[in-house]
């Protein structure tokens, strides 16, 4: 089944299957995780980018793509960080979400904490 969904003016594609033994495969714009129905954890997952690095943002806020608690946090403030660099995870929906840096700077801000609970939109880390 492929699916449509519109998320702030933005558009992405969805397609779920079913495989053999309780596994669904969800493919989201190209990425790919697969589920295991008898387990509370996905088989397979990888690094979320999230680009919110434009001319509109000078501070170049990194914000939650989803709702979902903070899990782990692998900077600090002041840190000098690089493109592609682990910042935070963040897990929802059964899954653990990698939040990794899309271009170099140096942190100005980290606006969450451990265990925190987050909104789709919610500003995580700001940069200089």
């Known amino acids: 089944m492929t699916l449509k969904i519109t998320i702030k003016g933005k558009e992405y594609a969805v ?74 995870t963040l897990s929802a929906m059964k899954m653990e979400n990698e939040i990794v840096s899309e271009a170099n700077g140096k942190i100005k801000k980290i606006s969450v904490q451990k265990g925190q609970s987050v909104k789709e939109g919610d500003v995580l880390i700001s940069l200089l």
């Not at 714009?29 to 697969?34: A, D, S, Y």
């Not at 001319?55 to 840190?79: H, M, R, W």
Request: glycine content about 8%.
């Open 15 to 88: 397609d779920i299957s079913e495989e053999h033994g309780g596994k669904t495969k969800v493919k989201l714009n190209g990425r790919e995780f697969i589920f295991d129905s008898n387990s509370k954890e996905t088989i397979t997952e990888g690094p979320l980018r999230i680009s919110d690095f434009d001319s509109k943002n000078p501070e170049k806020e990194i914000k939650a793509p989803l709702n979902g608690t903070i899990s782990e946090i692998f900077v600090k403030e002041k840190d000098e960080i690089k493109k592609g660099q682990k910042m935070l």
